[in-house]
């Protein structure tokens, strides 16, 4: 490590940051994502065919969206991030209406 990046780190720490260790990336698919969503409270609809099929929190978002959320959540929970590794067809999710059921 440069001396200018470890000086840094130490001004970090001084002024109460926390240095946390990352844990590897888990591959999910958009369902697990959804399933993830589900279980933390949050309502997503899904409007299949447009670039943004996902509402969430009154905000249209793409799959990479929903996932950012997901991944804010994990992180304040200290769970390891979501990577989109595995792409489930619109046909294969539990789908009742326009509302997802994880179940």
């Known amino acids: ?4 990046d470890a000086d840094a780190v130490a001004r970090f720490v001084q002024e109460g940051g926390e240095v946390r260790k990352v844990t590897g990336a888990i591959p999910a698919s ?3 994502v959804l399933a993830y969503l589900a279980e933390c409270g949050l309502d997503v ?3 299949t065919g447009d670039i943004r099929p996902y509402l969430c929190n009154g905000r249209r978002h793409s799959a990479e969206g929903l996932l950012r959320i997901a991944n804010t959540r994990r992180a304040a929970d200290q769970l390891a991030p979501f ?3 595995r792409h489930v067809s619109a046909a294969s999710r ?4 326009d509302q997802f059921n994880p179940g």
């Open 94 to 97: 539990s789908v009742q209406g």
């Open 45 to 47: 609809k899904i409007f």
């Open 30 to 32: 958009e369902g697990d």
């Open 83 to 85: 990577m989109l590794g």
């Open 1 to 4: 490590m440069k001396p200018e």
